[in-house]
């Protein structure tokens, strides 16, 4: 922690990216337009982005703001946590905050953070409102891109939101899992903590890192619904489906962050970073999982689900422990020549 105490600033503010140009920028000009008084700085971790992020970053750093830093690495597979890892490893902020690169939010967002660090490890997370942009009058977008600040009078309320769930989590012996990435910061005092570079492809990797941040360092958990963002969804909620993996290859790599997840806390109760499990289902006719007909989300059914699903992870080829698509390219931390930092 030598290099971040002697050039500590007072909060570093992580945006995590992939291929979200359009909704980027609105989110950079949402953070330059923040209120926060003391010193602070940007960073735009960018898991291996096909389109022209850099180009949009640089937009951003023409306008007036906190200095700003944008760590690109290349992509082989989904790699978040360490595409995380990189800008951890660059901040200087005592606090750090996390936000997904498709996350508006308003002027107050760092300041209410920071507020709640008053010192001792602290953990604090947030919420996020879903906007379906094609259920807002044509125009919305554009304005929005011009005028971030336009969401500072929007009432959440009528919003689709995972709030509820946090809440109940955080009262929990569990409350790390009301924690996510997209709204989340804890403060650093001590050894660096970074995320479980073992975790490839979608899921699990944030709550891991916030219940590793509980269980282990006794950090005290703060779910706040009053700290929220805007998360910025194309198409509409009609149309919307909450089970985020695709493809079978992604489902497979889901359900290998879960086993290696609950691997590494055998003495916790891990339903609770399990029930996303109670969205899906398997096809037994075709062996493929999909969205459930009907979600439930019982103890008795997410471990019935789970023992499905590792049964199935043994025919697809993996097992519990191998990474399916992207096995064996969880690169060292000192790949230059495929990690830029601008």
């Keep these: 922690m030598d290099h971040l105490m002697k050039n500590a600033l007072d909060v570093s503010v992580l945006v995590t990216a992939y291929n979200q140009n359009s909704t980027l920028e609105i989110v950079l000009k949402a953070l330059q337009l923040q209120d ?43 790699r978040r946590a360490r595409s995380r890892n990189n800008a951890l490893r660059c901040a200087r902020g ?44 044509e125009g919305f977008s554009n304005d929005l891109a011009n005028d971030p600040v336009i969401l500072d009078a929007v009432d959440p309320s009528s919003f689709y939101s995972e709030a509820e769930a946090q809440e109940y989590y955080s009262k929990t012996p569990q409350p790390w899992a009301a924690c996510w990435g997209c709204n989340f910061s804890f403060l650093r005092d001590g050894e660096m903590v970074l995320f479980d570079e073992e975790f490839v492809g979608w899921g699990a990797e944030d709550q891991e890192f916030a219940c590793r941040l509980h269980d282990r360092f006794h950090y005290d958990m703060k779910f706040v619904p009053s700290i929220y963002g805007f998360h910025l969804e194309p198409g509409s909620r009609s149309a919307y489906t909450r089970v985020r993996p695709r493809s079978q290859t992604e489902f497979a790599n889901y359900f290998r962050n879960l086993f290696y997840f609950c691997s590494l806390y ?40 789970l023992s499905t699903a590792r049964e199935w992870l043994a025919r ?16 060292s931390p000192n790949e230059l020549q495929t990690t830029q930092c601008f």
């Design 94 to 137: 005592r606090i750090v905050i996390l936000v997904d690169g498709d996350i508006v939010v308003k002027r107050d967002f760092i300041s209410a953070h920071v507020a709640l660090h008053t010192g001792g490890h602290t953990a604090v997370c947030g919420c996020r409102y879903w906007l379906f942009l094609d259920d807002f009058p």
């Design 316 to 331: 697809f080829g993996a097992g519990s422990n191998g990474c399916i698509a992207d096995k064996g390219m969880n690169n």
């Design 36 to 78: 926060f008084k003391g010193s602070w700085e940007i960073i735009v971790c960018d898991d291996g982005s096909e389109q022209d992020t850099l180009k949009a970053v640089k937009r951003a750093m023409l306008t007036n703001g906190p200095s700003m830093q944008y760590v690109w690495q290349s992509r082989l597979g989904e």
């Design 266 to 305: 055998p003495a916790l109760d891990m339903v609770p970073a399990c029930i996303g499990v109670g969205l899906l289902e398997l096809d037994p006719e075709n062996d493929v999982w999909r969205p459930a007909s009907q979600p439930r989300f019982g103890r008795r059914h997410i471990l019935s689900t």
